[in-house]
């Protein structure tokens, strides 16, 4: 089958303020690396690249190509996210149902994101010795934990049951405390956040700040300091800048 039988339609990455058709310097997310380009409309346009009208699995590889070409675009543009995954059935459907139909919202939603990015954050106690920490300073716990210590068992389940619910109490304010000392920090010095569910048991914060660009400089330093007081049990993994996909809510459904 001819390429041209197949790649009959368009993957689309994000929108960004652009009245031409250009090239962007990134490979699409199809195997073939198609090429991408903008889809222009007045002053809008959609970023896409050819591929099959078929549902991509999220896949790291797949995912990888279409955060990449999001953050090729970036470096030039503020780009508004399109979720992962939405392809369009041509290029008249793209003109007829997003870009006309949507066209003062998006510009909106751009006039808002100038400039802006997102940086994400995750903290993490550093070990497990954390939690023996954690315990060691509850004095109830330590008094419970001592009382059952060298009894069997089977005779001293209830008082187990009760110890790990104490304990797991006092991890629960313990990261409470950690996190919100964090955030203090932080939010100050962005626009908007989003905090996220904490994904294992040593991490305390999961969060993403949006932030203008003039302050990505402000906002490591804060997290360096952070990492300078804290550093002792705490680890800090930073993110981005990347688009801001936790800020904007961007869906396309085709209609027939």
Known sequence: MLETDVLTGKYLYGIIRCADARAIAARGIHERGARVYTVPYRNLAVVVSDSP????????????????VLEAVMQQYTVLPIRFGVVAPHAEAIYSQ???????????????????????????????QIFHE?????PTIRA????IATRPPESTYHERMNLGELIEAAVAQRRQHD???????????????VTHHIL??????????????????RFDIAV????????????????GPVPPYNF?????????
């Open 53 to 68: 009208c078929e549902e991509y699995d999220s896949t790291r590889r797949n995912m990888m190509a279409h955060t990449r």
């Open 98 to 128: 997003l870009l006309t139909r949507r066209y003062d919202d998006l510009e909106a939603q751009l006039d808002q994101l100038h400039s802006q990015v997102e940086l994400g954050l995750k903290a993490f106690w550093a070990d497990e």
């Open 134 to 138: 954690i315990a060691d300073q509850q």
């Open 144 to 147: 419970l934990r001592d009382s």
């Open 179 to 193: 996190s919100e000392q964090i955030l203090a920090t932080l939010r100050p010095l962005a626009r908007a956040t």
């Open 200 to 217: 294992t048991d040593r991490m305390v914060v999961n969060a993403a700040f949006l932030l203008d660009r003039t302050d990505e400089g």
């Open 224 to 239: 360096h300091n952070l990492d300078l007081s804290m550093g002792s049990h705490m680890t800090f993994k930073s993110v």
């Open 248 to 256: 904007v809510t961007l869906n396309v459904i085709w209609s027939s």
